[in-house]
């Protein structure tokens, strides 16, 4: 029986030790080094390496097309002329659906939906999305979010918020150990909440005290744009609240601070700093 060029066959039935040449031997189902030296697959440059099985690299039973398993299982991807990557295609298609891959500069890109880059890692470890580059004041953040007219954060809540007090997204600053410092939260806000059509809401703003471990309630901005602060039902624009005197300061560094009470578009009374006229 012909054998076709560039092929290697094994006649297990009449030779049951068979050796391919100078160290390496085959053991039934396997090709040994019996000097453990390395063993290398060459096509010649010209053509292709198929198998049609499951490879094991570090096991013996490969449960995908490529399983790589050990105490050290990283794999190594080294291009001598670009960047390394992973390219994820589908079906047999002819042309990417993603790519990962690292620049020279040791950044980590991500693209989607072909070669077109959505998201990067670059080497001083900040999460770039929507630019590849961040510049000025950006370069002391963590995360960067640039859109095509302008950058948008989503927080979203995953069911339908209760008429009163459900969770809507939470902003929370912390210490390197975890605990809430402080938060901005958003509520659903009494009313009736109706998916497209009725979203009453309201904001909070907390800190926390010197001496105490967890934030507290300072402000809210509430379903009709009241604001509260020391209290948490604003029954007019600004309501300001505090257990012992009361006082709001208007500073002014170069003249006097004047309040002024009115009508809209009219005159009302002013409160002048200097010579305390009203």
Not at 65 to 85: H, M
Not at 119 to 130: A, F, H, T, Y
Not at 158 to 179: E, I, W
Request: hydrophobic share 30%; charged share 20%.
């Amino acid at each position: 029986k012909s054998i076709p060029e560039g092929s290697i066959a094994f006649n297990l039935l009449s030779d049951t030790t068979p050796q391919l040449g100078g160290d390496l031997d085959v053991n039934g189902n396997e090709i040994v080094s019996t000097s453990n030296g390395d063993i290398t697959i060459n096509p010649n440059g010209t053509g292709d390496i198929v198998l049609d099985a499951n490879v094991g690299i570090g096991t013996t039973s490969p449960g995908d097309v490529l399983t790589v398993a050990g105490d050290d299982a990283f794999i190594k991807v080294d291009r001598s002329n670009g960047n390394p990557g992973i390219d994820f295609r589908y079906n047999g298609s002819t042309t990417n659906r993603g790519l990962i891959d690292v620049t020279s500069a040791g950044a980590l890109k991500f693209a989607a939906g072909g070669n077109t880059e959505r998201m990067r890692v670059d080497s001083s470890g900040r999460l770039l999305v929507g630019t590849s580059t961040a510049t000025g004041d950006q370069t002391s953040a963590e995360l960067v979010l640039e859109g095509s007219s302008q950058g948008e954060l989503y927080l979203s809540r995953g069911s339908t918020p209760a008429n009163d007090g459900s969770g809507l997204g939470y902003v929370v600053f912390t210490g390197d150990n975890g605990t809430d410092a402080a938060r901005i939260q958003a509520f659903s806000d009494g009313g009736t909440w109706t998916n497209g059509s009725s979203h009453p809401t309201r904001l909070t703003f907390s800190t926390t005290a010197d001496g105490a471990s967890s934030p507290s309630e300072r402000m809210r901005i509430d379903s009709s744009g009241n604001v509260g602060i020391g209290t948490t039902s604003p029954s007019n624009p600004l309501v300001v609240k505090e257990s012992s005197n009361v006082c709001i300061e208007l500073l002014k560094s170069n003249d006097a601070s004047i309040l002024e009470i009115g009508e809209d578009g009219g005159t009302g009374a002013r409160f002048n700093a200097t010579n305390r006229a009203v």
